[in-house]
């Protein structure tokens, strides 16, 4: 009888271990096939909440693969049960088992958006509504303060670094500008305690003020430690500063591209050529260099610049010096005027 029930066992057991066998050959035969992709390729979004068996059933009922089970039984004997929520790009041809892969470690698909220097806050909007992978919904300069927690009477004008951000489907737009303010703070941290002693400057926010005029007026990178010395020094002699970016800023959709006299006259907090001092907030978004020119300004006499009209400016000690200048380069203008350098493909 025990011979009998032991020869019994070893045929179930061989019949358990081929059928395991096959199971095993069945659910990597499942996992190493190209996945079925309409049209080359897709893209899955993953939501917070989705599993990995909710997602197995979805790739099933769209013919993507076909059978469920291998995902599961895999799932079951690794453990590994867990996906990352995001985008991602599903290439015709790819494994089951390398988009898995991908699941697990978040390979999302990653976008990009850059700000450049010098491009206020509407700007910054108007740029992430343009984006196809951003959604801005009712998002405005008004909201940013409540939405990232900042002073509710401070303009969040200046407060933002401009550079590149990297981010994914599931981001927003206040997310991206957290990052963008959170790096500000970070240079200005870094950047004051490095500054010049004895500048007109009480606090980093008023050194973000100056930076912002400076990045407005030119786009030359050698010269913004030469106009940032000129603005320290009328600061410090009490004149006023004069120019033309924050008048600009101040006239906002009046501004049609032609400064003229009366808008000079305009009593506004930003017409520099009425007060004295700082105007009350950045007319930008500064860069690094333009902080670190305002804090380290350049040595020098000059009180005085003019746009030469191929981009650069031409710096004057006195005023009768400046007049000549302005006599020079602005009243008689050549065709090809500009008062910003051209893109370098162009030059």
Not at 187 to 201: A, H, K, Q, Y
Not at 215 to 230: H, Q
Not at 263 to 283: F, V
Not at 294 to 299: G, S
Request: glycine content about 8%; aromatic content about 8%.
């Amino acid at each position: 009888m025990l011979r009998r029930l032991t020869a019994l066992s070893l045929v179930v057991l061989a019949g358990l271990l081929a059928g395991s066998a096959a199971l095993y050959w069945w659910v990597n035969l499942e996992l190493d096939r190209p996945l079925a992709v309409d049209g080359g390729s897709r893209v899955l979004v993953v939501q917070p909440g989705d599993t990995l068996s909710g997602l197995a059933r979805r790739l099933a009922t769209e013919g993507a693969i076909t059978s469920r089970w291998p995902v599961l039984i895999q799932a079951r004997l690794t453990g590994k049960t867990a996906i990352q929520t995001g985008e991602y790009r599903v290439p015709d041809g790819q494994s089951l088992r390398r988009f898995l892969e991908r699941l697990r470690r978040g390979d999302v698909i990653q976008y990009r958006i850059t700000f450049p220097e010098g491009t206020t806050v509407k700007q910054w909007l108007e740029l992430m509504a343009a984006h196809p992978a951003l959604e801005t919904g009712d998002l405005d300069k008004e909201k940013l303060a409540a939405r990232l927690g900042l002073p509710a009477d401070r303009s969040p004008e200046g407060l933002f670094f401009p550079d590149t951000y990297i981010f994914t489907g599931t981001d927003s737009a206040v997310t991206i500008l957290r990052q963008a303010h959170e790096r500000m703070s970070r240079v200005l941290d870094t950047e004051w305690p490095r500054r010049r002693r004895g500048l007109p400057l009480e606090s980093p926010y008023e050194a973000l003020i100056l930076a912002s005029i400076v990045e407005k007026e030119t786009a030359v990178p050698a010269e913004r430690d030469r106009i940032a010395g000129v603005f320290i020094r009328r600061l410090e002699r009490g004149m006023r500063l004069q120019t033309d970016p924050t008048v600009i800023y101040g006239l906002g959709e009046r501004y049609a591209g032609n400064l003229k006299k009366q808008h000079l006259r305009e009593e506004t907090p930003y017409n520099t050529y009425r007060i004295r001092g700082l105007p009350p907030t950045p007319i930008a978004n500064p860069g690094r260099e333009s902080i670190r020119a305002v804090l380290n300004p350049a040595p020098g006499e000059a009180l005085y610049f003019v746009a030469r009209g191929d981009g650069s400016h031409y710096f004057s000690r006195s005023l009768e010096e400046h007049n000549r200048a302005v006599r020079r380069f602005q009243i008689q203008r050549r065709e090809d005027y500009r008062s910003s350098p051209n893109p370098p493909d162009t030059e």
